[in-house]
């Protein structure tokens, strides 16, 4: 992580985030983006952490999260890059949760790996729900297969409609639909499902 914090401007005057976005997607210079991580990288390190509960894996994290970037961000427009990073640690860790469970046949390997943390995320984020992954993975299977692929498109891929309408093939009117309905019955399905 220490080679991030080498990158900066060779000027010193003040340039605004959005100009620094624009210029890394101009350019693809690597110290831009690095100098646009860099003032994040300890809040994405704490996202990761609350996540996955190991210090050497919220690192890794940290540098998966930056080299993710090396190409999200020439394909997407961000207007706020903190509440943006936020988002895309959080499903980066949720991705990494669901694949060690794949891993090892659905059995818990921590139990408090496996909490989502309610407090930190939105409220009508269905993929941040009080419970347990395990709770969220049957309710998915319990979707429409158009809301669960929009939902995982939009919530762990970070796709906009326009991508999953192209993804797809649905139609693109219909994809903030299933997202929508997808959304509530999730919820719906999250909080009835006993003591989660």
């Not at 090396?70 to 860790?93: F, G, M, P, Y």
């Not at 993804?167 to 929508?180: C, E, L, R």
Request: aromatic share 10%; proline share 2%; glycine share 6%.
């Amino acid at each position: 992580m220490k080679f991030l914090k080498l990158f900066h401007f060779k000027d010193h005057k003040p340039v605004s985030e959005a100009d620094q976005l624009a210029a890394y997607r101009r350019s693809g210079d690597v110290a831009v983006l690095g100098a646009l991580y860099a003032p994040y990288m300890d809040m994405v390190f704490g996202v990761s952490f609350q996540y996955l509960r190991n210090e050497e894996d919220s690192k890794d994290a940290v540098m998966q999260i930056f080299e993710k970037l090396i190409i999200d961000l020439k394909q997407h427009e961000v207007s706020n890059l903190k509440s943006w990073l936020h988002s895309v640690a959080r499903n980066h860790c949720l991705m990494k949760l669901r694949s060690a469970r794949t891993l090892a046949g659905f059995e818990v390997i921590e139990d408090v790996e496996h909490e989502l943390h309610l407090a930190t995320q939105p409220e009508d984020n269905p993929l941040h729900l009080d419970g347990r992954l395990d709770a969220l993975d049957e309710c998915m299977q319990k979707l429409t297969y158009e809301q669960r692929v929009s939902i995982e498109l939009f919530y762990m891929q970070d796709k906009c409609y326009r991508d999953i309408a192209g993804a797809t093939g649905f139609d693109m009117s219909k994809v903030k639909s299933y997202i929508q309905n997808g959304k509530r019955n999730l919820k719906i399905c999250v909080e009835g499902h006993g003591s989660y």
